[in-house]
Each structure stands twice: as C-alpha cells, then as structure tokens.
C-alpha cells in the first residue's frame, strides 16, 4: 500500500507539472487574437476559428493562478495574464454588468445570455487571480460580479437563486446550460459553484454580507438539494424546489461533498464544519455503493434510474472522485476510502490521460477504451477539474506547504503522513 501512495504522489505531480498545464500552454493559448482556442479533437486536431466560452476562459484564470500561487512560475503568471485580459475583453459586460456566455474566436461576444452558473465562476477565477496576485481590480471585479447575482438572480420568496437571464436581467423561457440538460428554474449544478465560487471569495474578501450569504448557500443545499433518503444530490428544481428528475450525478455527488466541507472549512464555524462533515461521508459512502467501479477502479457517469446506471467513465468524475476521496480519508482517517482512490488513480493513469497526445480524454467505457471521437478542448473540457484534483490530492498528501498568501513550496519525496486542511 505505501509503494502505491508513493507512486500516486509521483505520478501526480509528473501529470500536473509535466501534462496538464504545459498542454494548455504549449498547444491553446491564441497569441493572435486572444484567449484559449475553443476546440481540439481527441488527437489535437486544433479549430483556431471556434468560439471561445466565458466558462473555458474563467476556469483556465483559476487554474494558472493557483499553479502560480502553489510553484510561483512567470509562465504561470503569463497564461493566468492572458486569460484575465480576454476575460475583460471579451466577456465582461460594462453596460449592464456580469458576463457574456459566449465569443467568436477574435473575442466579439455572439451569446450574451446571463448564465449565473457561469458568473459563478466568473467570481472563482477573479478571486482566485487575486490571492495568486494581489490585483485589486480582479477583487472589484469579482465583488461586481457577486453583487449581480443578489441583486438578479436570488429568490427573496423560496430561497436560492434563478439559473439565467437576457443580456438586460430580463426573465427567459431557455434557462438550460446545456442541451442534455432539463430547462429548469432552479439547478443543483448553478448553486454548487456559487458555493463555490462564494468560498472563494470570502478567502480574501471577509464581507459579513458574504458570510451570511455563504452560510446560506450550505444550509439550503443540506435541506433542499441533498436527498436525505438516498444522500444523493437532486439535479432540476421547480421555483418552490419541487424535483424534476431521478437522475443521479455521481461526479457531482463527490465533488459536492468535498466542496461543502471546503465552505465550512472557509466559514470557521465548528458547528457548520460537523454537520457538513457527517453528510459528506454519507454522500461519499453512498457514491462508493452505487457508483464506484469495484472491478476496474473509477465513477461511473450516473444513474439514470435505479435500474439503469451510465457506466461510462467521463474525465471530470474520475478527478473529483481524487479530490473527494481524499478529502474523507484526512477527515476520517478510515482505510475504506483510500483503496478507491488509490484503484481510481490507476484507472485514470493508465487509461483516461492520453500519454501521446497530451492532457485527458473526455470519456471512456467501463475498462477504459476512449471515446476518441470526444473533443479534448471544447467549452466544457478544459483543466480545472483535473488540475485541481492534482493540488487537492497534493496539499492533503503533505507534499505541497500551502499559504495564503505567497508562495508555496514543493517538496518531493514525502508521502503521505499529515493531512493539510
């Protein structure tokens, strides 16, 4: 079992440092026109005419501002730049405020729709650019961006807040964020990264508005979204939080779990981080029973209904299992949860990172044959989900001494022995 830790460690860092975030770097930053191109094939076939969404370009400004933050590299800086400025070029909205939803490849906006799911992460990556930073103006801008989701999108009425709006915060009929999805009022999905996103935010920014707000977002989440029956999340919600549907997201389930402990964790308050604690283990626990693969290692996408589960294993899922896993063998120090994530590992590094091409496939079936007809890069692809599980699972290992300010060092060679919250 140590032989397998050490070799995650490593193999972790060789991913990150090596794969990840050199591929981003190396093959989609527009020097021309700016940004990150918005589309790859599996075999890197680049679309440099694609249109670019605020999602990709937001999660990319979080990603390299936490690569510099944690290693303090100038080409981390360079691409957290890149992206900030695009970011104000090409989806900041100085008319009515937020962000627009999608550009064309030279950065004129063609969707201003009002995603709030999407200035949620907005808010994620301008936070996250200023721990790394400094940058007031990406503080203001986050602040900004925070003040139009209460003031729009929040439901004074049922609690929570609305998915989208018109380029104006005029109601729509569309709210979907995607076409799989069912056009709802209300979503799991937009409220878990504005928790998110809120977390974030309240690192740097100790707005007694804020806290409320955040505190909020966890209480609602336990007593509406979670299923206290099943300790699954509820995806689609009418206005008065009636369910829409019995779809189970298990990748959401055990990024959720995390995410939740991470908010509590923020707040500092003893008695929100217990509560929260107890429910990400039923939650983890539950995704174990149902979703984890006992034979090959890795979550399952979901389950559509009790008898019909999606075996196929997307990219995102395998790392916020990572993340997930191990978040609950620091907390709980319970042997049950570190053989998951130690087969999960195996299963992403043998089969989900592409070891000729670069980064990570988008999905692949049960034993890990890929979907090579899947973008590498499109709107949705991107490195924040897997990078992230990299420095989660690093900063718990013990292998990277995080501060909040500054910049932290990388020691190899440790395993792992001291879980850092």
Not at 51 to 68: E, G
Request: aromatic share 14%.
């Amino acid at each position: 079992m140590q032989q397998r830790i050490t070799a995650m460690i490593e193999q972790v860092k060789t991913d990150l440092e090596d794969n990840i975030l050199p591929f981003w770097m190396k093959y989609m930053t527009d020097k021309e026109q700016g940004g990150y191109y918005g589309y790859a094939t599996s075999s890197l076939e680049i679309d440099k005419t694609a249109p670019k969404s605020s999602i990709l370009n937001s999660r990319i400004l979080w990603t390299y501002s936490t690569a510099y933050r944690v290693y303090g590299l100038e080409a981390y800086r360079r691409a957290a730049d890149h992206a900030f400025v695009f970011m104000k070029k090409a989806f900041w909205d100085p008319f009515n405020s937020g962000l627009f939803w999608m550009a064309d490849y030279r950065g004129n906006p063609i969707d201003k729709k009002k995603q709030i799911y999407n200035i949620a992460f907005g808010i994620y990556g301008l936070s996250e650019y200023y721990r790394a930073f400094g940058s007031q103006e990406s503080l203001d801008m986050a602040i900004s961006l925070y003040d139009v989701i209460e003031r729009y999108s929040l439901d004074p009425v049922h609690g929570g807040y609305t998915d989208a709006f018109s380029e104006q915060w005029e109601k729509i009929i569309d709210m979907r964020l995607s076409q799989k999805d069912i056009n709802a009022v209300k979503t799991m999905n937009t409220h878990l990264h504005i928790l998110e996103a809120y977390t974030n935010l309240y690192r740097v920014w100790k707005n007694d508005g804020l806290k409320s707000k955040l505190q909020g977002l966890i209480k609602l989440t336990l007593e509406k979204i979670i299923d206290p029956d099943t300790n699954h999340f509820r995806l689609f919600f009418t206005e008065e939080w009636q369910s829409l549907s019995p779809v189970v997201s298990y990748g959401h389930d055990i990024e959720g779990s995390w995410l939740l402990c991470e908010a509590a964790e923020v707040l500092e308050m003893p008695s929100i981080i217990s509560k929260v604690q107890d429910i990400a283990v039923k939650m983890v626990d539950a995704v174990l029973e149902e979703g984890y693969d006992k034979v090959y290692g890795g979550i399952y996408n979901e389950a559509l209904s009790a008898a019909q589960i999606d075996f196929r294993k997307e990219w995102w899922p395998q790392a916020e299992a990572i993340a997930g896993l191990a978040n609950l063998w620091c907390l709980t120090g319970a042997d049950k949860y570190l053989e998951p994530m130690l087969k999960t590992w195996e299963f992403i590094y043998k089969y989900v990172i592409d070891h000729q091409d670069g980064e990570w496939f988008s999905c692949v079936s049960r034993n890990g044959i890929p979907d090579e007809t899947l973008a590498k890069v499109e709107p949705w692809k991107c490195p924040y989900h897997n990078s992230r599980a990299m420095f989660e699972f690093l900063r718990r290992a013990g292998n990277v001494d995080r501060k909040e300010t500054g910049t932290a060092v990388i020691t190899p060679g440790k395993v792992i022995s001291v879980c850092v919250s």
